[in-house]
């Protein structure tokens, strides 16, 4: 493998960056609000799923309910 030049190793990175299409404040605010409302609604379910599951157990068990 070819060794490379730290020089034109640092300017490869900046053509590479040159070519990026940066999301815009809107769209990252957009995408940070969905992740925080789809991450509140797995926790809920999983809490929701967990709960029933540990009813369940305890049914079965008979270690009341």
Known sequence: ???TSPGE????VRQETAKVTWPTRKETMIATA???AL????AI???VADQLM???VR???????
């Open 1 to 3: 493998m070819a060794k």
């Open 9 to 12: 190793f640092v300017r490869q």
């Open 34 to 36: 969905m992740v925080v």
């Open 39 to 42: 991450s509140i609604v797995a």
């Open 45 to 47: 379910f999983f809490f």
């Open 54 to 56: 540990a009813y369940v």
């Open 59 to 65: 049914l079965i068990l008979g270690l009341g309910a």
